[in-house]
């Protein structure tokens, strides 16, 4: 069977594109992991409108449970390599499944950024994390560092002040990058204990996280003892390179995004890339913006099968 439209990516634009999809008649799969997605590690978003506040996980579930009110396909897998040959798109996943399709939307995301420190590789799992949401009750009455200055940095920290018996946010900059009205809950949290002009030189330990080693605005070294650190110092294009066959493999700008144009169409035909891959790296990279994304790709997709059906 040859799918009208397979949508790799389970986040807000893969799961807005499929419920766009399902509307205009495509028939498509949905292949993505949700829980494993960004937004799914957020414990409070106060942004999106028609919600003053709720969790990355509950906004994704919503999202997931109207694509399967209209019987979106939905596999729980990863496609490893994309290629295209003549006018069908052939796609393979880690378990080994294999589809066909005459467009592909990719939806896939960002990949966290890491600080690249020593110790950081060694210790993931072990005392180093990369969502709060996820291994934060794990640090209950324990003392970690949040490492970051932006929106995700912060709140992190106030969500792990409801854990931890304390809370270090540690930012490169002078003053924290996140809105305003997240650093007035920093400076209400007592908890948590601002570090500004800081980086980490070293994560140390023995079988799990032990301490940190900081670089001073003096260049002199100061060392934490805590239990654990979170990196919430933003995100970067995936790097899975690999993951396209020289036939299907879109453009990229020198940032790594997916290069577009305002329908989310690539360069390769057939191929439209949506949410927070594509586009120019100043871009804004929001829940909402990726939605609206998502949809516009599902009915870039549509209108791409009926010219390829009228050639015919």
């Given amino acids: 069977m040859i799918y009208d439209s397979i949508i790799v990516g389970a986040g807000p634009a893969g799961l807005s594109a499929s419920i766009y999809a399902s509307r205009a008649g495509l028939k498509h799969l949905l292949i993505g992991q949700m829980e494993q997605g960004l937004t799914a590690t957020i414990f409070s978003i106060e942004n999106y409108p028609g919600f003053k506040n709720i969790s990355g996980p509950e906004l994704m579930q919503k999202f997931s449970d109207q694509a399967q009110k ?13 290629k295209k040959e003549e006018e069908i798109f052939k796609i393979k996943t880690k378990n080994n499944k294999n589809f066909e399709s005459k467009t592909i939307i990719l939806a896939y995301g960002n990949q966290r950024r890491k600080l690249n420190v ?38 992190s920290a106030i969500f792990l002040a409801k854990q931890a018996a304390k809370v270090y946010l540690i930012s490169i900059y ?96 057939g191929l439209f890339a949506a949410g927070d891959i594509a586009g120019e790296p100043d871009k804004l990279r929001q829940i909402i913006t990726a939605s609206a994304e998502g949809s516009i790709s599902a009915i870039a997709a549509f209108r791409f099968c009926q010219k390829s059906s009228d050639k015919k």
């Fill in 118 to 155: 020593p110790g950081e590789q060694e210790f993931n799992g072990r005392g180093v994390s990369y969502c709060a949401v996820c291994d934060g009750p794990l640090y209950r009455n324990k003392i970690v560092a949040v490492v970051g200055g932006g929106n995700s940095a912060l709140s």
């Fill in 70 to 82: 209209y019987n979106a396909e939905i596999l729980s897998d990863e496609v490893i390599n994309i």
């Fill in 174 to 269: 002078e003053q924290f990058k996140g809105q305003s009205v997240l650093q007035e809950q920093i400076q209400q949290e007592k908890k948590i204990i601002p570090i500004v002009n800081h980086s980490i030189k070293e994560i140390r330990g023995k079988d799990m996280v032990q301490e940190i080693i900081l670089n001073t605005p003096s260049k002199e070294t100061e060392i934490l003892k805590l239990d654990g650190v979170f990196v919430e110092i933003g995100y970067e294009p995936s790097k899975n390179l690999s993951l396209f066959d020289p036939s299907a493999n879109p453009e990229k700008n020198k940032a790594g995004y997916i290069q577009t144009d305002y329908l989310t169409r690539t360069n390769i035909p």
